[in-house]
């Protein structure tokens, strides 16, 4: 007998594809999936990628699932690696009885009910009767190819054409009420539609088969968005729109991003953002959340600026704190008021809302945030809050996480309680006779000149380097790409030429290596005091973040473009790995980026901290 497709569907999504494939290929961290040198050809770099449902070889052309994995590796047949894999997960194997099959050609069926339902919707749309709906998706800012891409229809102006249309396709009305498109009547009357004068919005499951719909109303009438019931083939709870395009860009890299509705979905995805996804117009569930931490570790939830955003930015972080493990998280962006994915894209177009995901806050940042807003500040509303921060914090299960999500919260809880810097002003200094003092002039340090400013710039850039070295692998390309006098340029040269065979990243291994080589003079050059003293970052006692951010701060400083452009990529890095690595590095450049942004010097070019 043909096992279920849903049962096969229930087993993939149980059995986690890298752990049976480490068990005979030895496999390494690449972004969001693995890889590793393929057992099925002998290669010496590894060309073979794993990734949540699926692997891939691009040496030699073998792919498969975990079923395939088997039978490939260990010379299974197709039931015998079904068997291993369900006894794993802990699953029974569907009995070869009458009734089953049954049960299995039903979920068929219905599938194939629900694909002549899209085109027969998709027809309705382009032709007359669905010209008003086919020009509202246009007022909307669709082309035709992304309505064509997402199965976009039109269910027709009343009740009753659906069950004539595909009768002619041996469709029946029991047929589509199971299918969830007919809805039997409480009075005893026939079975009715349930999408009309709706443009219509085919949901696929994660293999791009059509499994229900939602349909908008046009005009004023309530309720704007229906959805179907719940069916064999249909789980609201579990099913995510869009999730099957999102799935597909996963894969190339792209950031996935949980937004609100279909049309936010559709837009982002025009606007080339292809891992949007959206639940469907219930709050995020716990399985809709195991779905997307499938296809990145760090997701990007967005939600509206407004108090109905806030309520569910809440609830997400409710159901997602027990799941949270150090390896697996979410970031949170909050829109303007007024805003959503669709309005930022069409009105101010998708390098702003890049520009919001690039400003996203890990769930920790957030969560306080979200928590604090409202909080009187009195003892009480202050004992409160830290009460339940303290018990937001206990509920992730990963107690190591636990404890420094907790310790995070607190920190900015303290931070929030700190007083403003005293300015004087009815307490100001007076004289004898009660005059109140002018106060002493600022000094004012003396500007140098463009071209001198920025060769110390370039100097103290060099300098942090030769100082701590072990930045390079993270800076190198953006270092190399730098305009540098030529004695400075001539120095990079020797460093990058020693980085890419130093075993360990020491400074004074480097030094040596540059007295060896003999530029000991443009060294001790770049290191001195003069003409001018370096920051503070440059110095030997300067701890590692300060002084990879110092780095960045002095190359924004001479090339503010590409230090945006790094933000940028640092901040999809973070997404996709979420390693502690490409946190360093993200929280490097947003702290350069945003001491420049705010026009403050951050690191002083003579050595004093601005403070």
């Not at 004023?220 to 179907?228: L, R």
């Not at 296809?295 to 509206?304: K, R």
Request: charged share 25%.
């Amino acid at each position: 007998m043909r096992l279920p497709d849903g049962f096969l569907d229930e087993l993939r999504a149980r059995t986690p594809l890298s752990a049976i494939v480490g068990r005979r290929v030895k496999l390494a961290r690449s972004g969001r999936h693995w890889k590793g040198c393929c057992p099925f050809h002998n290669e010496k770099s590894p060309s073979f990628y794993v990734y949540e449902d699926g692997y891939h070889c691009f040496g030699c052309g073998e792919h498969g699932d975990a079923v395939g994995f088997l039978m490939k590796s260990q010379g299974l047949q197709f039931r015998d690696a079904v068997d291993l894999l369900a006894a794993e997960a802990g699953m029974d194997v569907p009995k070869p009885t009458a009734e089953a099959a049954e049960v299995e050609q039903r979920r068929l069926d219905l599938h194939a009910v629900l694909e002549a339902a899209a085109a027969l919707y998709q027809r309705r749309l382009h032709a007359r009767e669905g010209a008003r709906a086919l020009s509202y998706l246009h007022d909307r800012g669709l082309t035709d190819d992304t309505i064509a891409r997402f199965g976009l229809g039109w269910s027709g102006e009343g009740r009753g054409g659906l069950a004539p249309a595909l009768a002619a396709s041996d469709i029946d009305v029991p047929m589509l009420v199971e299918a969830g498109l007919m809805r039997e009547s409480d009075d005893g009357r026939a079975p009715y539609e349930l999408f009309f004068n709706r443009v219509m919005f085919p949901i696929r499951d994660r293999r791009g088969r059509v499994i229900s719909f939602g349909g908008r109303i046009l005009g004023d009438g309530q309720p704007k968005y229906v959805n179907g019931p719940e069916t064999p083939l249909f789980s609201k709870r579990r099913t995510l729109y869009g999730l099957d395009l999102a799935r597909e860009a996963a894969r190339k890299g792209a950031a996935i991003v949980a937004v609100e509705g279909y049309m936010d979905v559709i837009a982002l995805h025009q606007a080339g953002f292809h891992g949007a996804l959206a639940p469907l117009g219930t709050a995020l569930t716990e399985e809709q959340l195991a779905e997307m931490w499938k296809l990145s570790p760090v997701p990007i939830l967005s939600f509206d600026g407004d108090a109905a955003g806030q309520r569910a930015a809440l609830r997400v972080a409710d159901v997602a704190l027990p799941a949270l493990t150090p390896e697996r998280s979410l970031r949170l962006v909050r829109l303007p008021a007024g805003e959503d994915p669709d309005t930022v894209v069409r009105k101010h177009g998708p390098a702003k809302f890049q520009d919001y995901l690039d400003l996203s806050s890990p769930l920790s940042s957030a969560l306080f945030g979200l928590m604090q807003e409202g909080v009187p500040n009195t003892p009480e509303g202050r004992a409160g809050l830290r009460t339940r921060l303290e018990a937001a914090a206990s509920r992730v299960a990963d107690k190591a996480l636990s404890s420094e999500i907790r310790s995070a919260l607190l920190d900015q809880f303290f931070a929030a309680r700190q007083k403003p810097a005293r300015v004087q002003t009815s307490f100001a200094r007076r004289d004898r006779f009660g005059t109140p003092l002018k106060p002493p002039p600022a000094f004012t340090r003396p500007i140098p000149g463009a071209e001198a400013a920025s060769s110390e710039r370039a100097r103290a850039l060099v300098a942090i380097l030769l100082r701590h070295p072990f930045l390079l692998p993270e800076i190198e390309e953006a270092f190399g790409g730098l305009d540098l006098p030529d004695a400075l340029a001539t120095l990079r040269s020797a460093i990058l030429h020693w980085s890419a065979a130093a075993q360990v990243l020491d400074s004074k291994a480097l030094i040596t290596h540059l007295h060896e080589v003999g530029m000991a003079a443009q060294a001790a050059h770049t290191l001195s005091a003069s003409p001018v003293p370096l920051p503070v970052c440059a110095s030997e006692a300067a701890m590692p973040a300060e002084a990879a951010a110092g780095w960045w701060h002095f190359f924004g400083l001479m090339d503010p473009g590409r230090l945006e452009n790094e933000v940028a990529n640092a901040s999809l890095a973070f997404a996709q790995r979420a390693d502690a690595a490409s946190q360093r590095r993200l929280v490097a450049l947003c702290t350069a980026r945003d001491a420049l942004r705010g026009g403050r010097i951050g690191w002083d070019e003579t050595g004093a901290d601005d403070g």
